[in-house]
């Protein structure tokens, strides 16, 4: 399947023409493929354009016809067949196994937001009806529903080129929500951004929704996410990235004339806090557990365990000694991108620096050419880590520190200082964990999902499932990029007061002609008003 190395906008593929880039394979560091070009001012106002014109026809859809659209692009992406993978492969060096549980994991999940979106309940509609003769005033007759935003920019995540990027949750979400989608494609897998943008096309037209809905923008340039967030039409920004990228986005978003939110996913250490219990019952099996969780995906995922806190007693030297034996018998493995690579060492070194001691390393890549980087074991003292907040930081990459406590008290000191977290994983046996809701009470406003005798990666899409957590890891704590309620990132509430019945959005009218669940009066029912 040719790569065309053109941008989608505005209903029209269109070759690019600001500086040029190519796809690196990160296996062997070699450049292939076309060139691509950064899209310029031009083209980012032509794309912007086209969504919002496309967004005022989207917007008033049915939810029929979203769900139609969503279903359609997860067919579109199936259909894409091997070639998708095998580009994926050459521009990320992720195992073809592993893209293909991605793909399916981003066709499930668009399916499960076209389910999400007939069901209507995510519209909060809410009714109270006027009550001409109640004293001592008059009850006006009030309706509320959430109503999508407008054009949403989200930019692809370098770490899932299917799940979290092009064709992955958050365009799917804002679609689902009723939003036009920009989408800036990662410079670090344009030609299967490409192939996904492809999909989307042909989707549209086959639901019929408006071709400019959707448009895909190449960019290596800062210049380019810059200009995207700046733009006056952009209603929202999606980002998954790293906290200094992320963190300037949010500014940028701030700093407007008309601030919008940027929902950023910016890095977590995911902590894991192992109850004295546990580790004496238990010290091999944590280890095993711990080891396979950090070496997932060369460490390349924002749920990594990058600390796991321990109290120093029985069966602690045996989970010391059981890290770093499978630490040190690991493989080497491919790193995403040449700048995460430069980043680990970097952050590996800085922890020793501030007394972090590096226990053990991984095996010799020896002559292999490409980003391949060792993974690595640290341990470190609870007052050191407590003394000094730079250890803190997340080493994005194949690693996991041990802090090493004196005590549970010592514990409860270490999670106390932490910073906002995806996620914060507690082992204990069930007495001990009994006593702990000291701990949980912490954990519960430092992290967005507390997880009991589990281990963070790999994160469910659901109904219930949050995605999210305070700053640093995210910029808006009661977002969710996972699941369905990362829909509402995309919508906000209006109220109508007193409107006839023509003028009301179809899912507050009497009639409730979609079947949906709706707040009357305070009782939640499927029943129309007579």
């Not at 080891?291 to 010391?320: K, N, W, Y």
């Not at 005798?453 to 990029?481: C, K, L, M, Q, W």
Request: with cysteine; charged share 15%.
């Amino acid at each position: 399947m040719d790569i065309t190395a053109r941008s989608y906008i505005g209903g029209e593929w269109i070759a690019g023409s600001g500086a040029p880039f190519r796809s690196v394979n990160p296996a062997t560091g070699e450049e292939f493929g076309p060139q691509f070009f950064d899209a310029g001012h031009d083209k980012i106002d032509r794309a912007l354009i086209g969504a919002d014109a496309a967004f005022r026809t989207y917007a008033t859809s049915s939810l029929a016809q979203r769900a139609t659209f969503l279903r359609a692009i997860a067919e579109e992406i199936t259909a894409l067949g091997e070639p998708l993978l095998k580009i994926a492969h050459l521009e990320t060096a992720l195992p073809l196994d592993r893209l293909a549980r991605e793909r399916i994991r981003t066709v499930q999940t668009l399916h499960a937001f076209a389910e999400h979106v007939e069901d209507g309940s995510w519209l909060d509609a809410r009714i109270d009806t006027a009550e001409p003769a109640r004293v001592p005033a008059p009850r006006p007759d009030i309706r509320r529903v959430l109503v999508p935003l407008g054009p949403i920019v989200n930019f692809a995540a370098s770490n899932f080129p299917l799940a979290f990027s092009v064709a992955g949750g958050d365009t799917a979400s804002a679609f689902a929500a009723g939003c036009s989608v920009v989408c800036k494609a990662h410079e670090a897998h344009p030609g299967t951004s490409e192939l996904a943008a492809m999909a989307i096309v042909r989707a549209a037209a086959t639901a019929g929704v408006p071709p400019a809905v959707f448009s895909l923008l190449h960019g290596r340039s800062h210049d380019v996410g810059l200009s995207l967030v700046r733009h006056p039409l952009t209603r929202a920004v999606s980002f998954t990235g790293s906290p200094r990228a992320g963190r300037i986005l949010f500014d940028e978003g701030g700093a407007r004339v008309e601030p919008i939110p940027v929902y950023a996913e910016m890095g977590s250490i995911n902590p894991m806090f192992v109850l004295p219990g546990a580790l004496a019952s238990r010290p091999d099996a944590l280890a095993e557990g711990i080891a396979s969780s950090m070496l997932l995906g060369v460490g390349q995922f924002c749920t990594s365990p990058g600390l796991v806190i321990a109290v120093r007693g029985a069966g602690f030297d045996r989970l010391q000694s059981g890290l770093a034996s499978r630490v040190a018998t690991a493989a080497p493995g491919t790193m995403l991108r040449a700048i995460m690579r430069t980043s680990f060492r970097d952050a590996v070194y800085l922890a020793r620096k501030h007394g972090a001691e590096q226990v053990a390393q991984g095996l010799d890549a020896g002559a292999a050419a490409g980003l391949t980087m060792q993974p690595v074991f640290l341990t470190i003292k609870a007052q050191v880590l407590l003394a000094d907040q730079s250890l803190q930081h997340e080493m994005f990459g194949p690693v996991t520190m041990l802090v090493i406590c004196e005590s549970v008290d010592e514990m409860l000191q270490v999670a106390n200082a932490l910073e906002g977290q995806l996620t914060a994983s507690l082992h204990g046996t069930d007495a001990e964990l009994a006593h702990q809701q000291e701990l949980v009470r912490v954990l519960q406003y430092k992290a967005g999902r507390l997880i009991v005798n589990g281990y963070p990666t790999g994160v469910e899409f659901g109904h219930a499932i949050h995605h999210g957590g305070p700053f640093p890891a995210t910029t808006d704590s009661r977002s969710t990029s996972v699941g369905s309620a990362a829909m509402i990132r995309f919508t906000r509430p209006v109220c109508y007061q007193d409107f006839p019945q023509a003028l009301l959005p179809e899912p507050l009218r009497n009639a409730n002609a979609a079947g949906i669940w709706r707040m009357i009066n305070g009782t939640m029912t499927r029943a129309a008003i007579t």
